[in-house]
């Protein structure tokens, strides 16, 4: 059994096209288990009804963003250990300190290729294949 037959994946944007971008590049890898979110509340919501093994957030969402959603994962006692990427079109020094000091695995930049983002999975999860 591989990787790919279990690991479970919630993709987290309040732009369809981008949760759909997403979602297609992890099909594409093989992922069979995906789950999406609208923004950080209904993700948050889902998670603690059926956690997952990495979240994959954009940052910049209407009423909880990325970094409000990671806090409240990182301090949850079920959800703590999630791993945890963040897209953003505005990758800068700031936002990635800010990250990383929540608790980040990853940040990666908008628009990303599909393999920055098995490289970045990879690195928090292991090897897919």
Partial sequence: MSVLDVLRIMVVDDHISSRMVTVEA??????KHISVAKDGREAFQ??????????????YMPDIDG?????AIRAHPKLGKTGFIILTGRKDATVVQNAVKLGVNN???KP?????????????????N
């Avoid at 992890?26 to 992922?31: A, D, F, I, K, P």
């Avoid at 970094?67 to 806090?71: G, H, M, Y």
């Fill in 26 to 31: 992890l099909q594409q890898m093989g992922v």
């Fill in 46 to 59: 889902k998670l603690n009804a059926e956690p997952v093994h990495l979240a994959i957030s954009d940052l």
């Fill in 67 to 71: 970094f409000q959603l990671l806090r």
């Fill in 107 to 109: 940040v990666i930049a």
């Fill in 112 to 128: 990303f290729t599909p393999d920055v983002l098995k490289k970045s999975i990879e690195s928090v999860v292991g090897r897919l």
